[in-house]
């Protein structure tokens, strides 16, 4: 079983940057695709980024050009790197990992989420 743990969200200025940690348990997590939601309150949640374990990677429209999906494999760790942030980015962020290495929707295993909230 794999467990996700996401840390590094709080409150940022619209325009500043977040570097969101997503730590894995287990012992194949160089194996498997991780990924990025996000939910709003009384919105769906939405991918924002993957990673397969190749390092393929995929973004939302929303947010190409200003986050960045990585992976540490020895660290078992990925994250998300959010430049530019804006109100709009304001929601729960929830760590996604999938045991398909090159799946870019990962929906296997979830984090708890962590918020991530924008000021205009």
């Known amino acids: 079983q794999v467990q996700l743990v996401e840390s590094g969200g709080g409150l940022v200025q619209a325009g500043g940057s977040l570097r969101l940690s997503c730590a894995a348990s287990?012992?194949?997590?160089?194996?498997?695709?991780m990924g990025w939601y996000r939910q709003a309150p009384g919105e769906q949640r939405e991918l924002v980024a993957a990673?397969?374990?190749?390092?393929?990677?995929n973004y939302a429209d929303s947010v190409k050009g200003r986050f960045t999906i990585s992976r540490d494999n020895a660290k078992k760790t990925v994250y998300l790197q959010m430049n530019s942030l804006k109100p709009e980015d304001t929601a729960v962020y929830y760590c996604?990992?999938?045991?398909?290495?090159?799946?870019?929707?990962?929906?296997?295993?979830w984090g708890q989420g962590t918020q991530v909230t924008v000021s205009s």
């Open positions: 996604a990992a999938d045991k398909r290495y090159g799946s870019l929707t990962p929906n296997d295993y």
């Open positions: 287990g012992s194949i997590f160089g194996a498997y695709a």
């Open positions: 990673i397969t374990g190749s390092g393929r990677t």
